[in-house]
Nanobody, 117 residues
Framework: QVQLVESGGGLVQAGGSLRLSCAAS????????MDWYRQAPGKQRELVAT???????NYADSVKGRFTISRDNAKNTVYLQMNSLKPEDTAIYYC???????????WGQGTQVTISS
């Protein structure tokens, strides 16, 4: 059974940086997109960034210029480098993989990111 395991969350002061990682345990084939979502208390889950197999990346307006998503296809791992963090970035961050062949979605368990002002 494939699981996505996130790491790298924590508590940092505003203006600081964190790097999230998400690795798949088990084999996944045909991963098309890898994403990071986040969910703040009392809010809906929102898409933060997506990176496609080609390396093309998209970002939510709220994180453009501050966050960078990247992936290692050989390791089935996705990263999220978060700089210039703000208190409003506080949320649980989830990674998500989509496989185009079998049209399957995989989710991580979430990692807490807390930014203090």
């Amino acid at each position: 059974q494939v699981q996505l395991v996130e790491s790298g969350g924590g508590l940092v002061q505003a203006g600081g940086s964190l790097r999230l990682s998400c690795a798949a345990s088990g084999s996944i084939f045909g991963i098309n997109s890898m994403d990071w979502y986040r969910q703040a208390p009392g809010k809906q889950r929102e898409l933060v960034a997506t990176v496609f197999r080609t390396g093309t990346a998209n970002y939510a307006d709220s994180v453009k210029g501050r966050f960078t998503i990247s992936r290692d296809n050989a390791k089935n791992t996705v990263y999220l480098q978060m700089n210039s963090l703000k208190p409003e970035d506080t949320a649980i961050y989830y990674c998500h993989y989509f496989t185009s062949g079998a049209s399957r979605h995989y989710w991580g368990q979430g990692t807490q990111v807390t930014i203090s002002s």
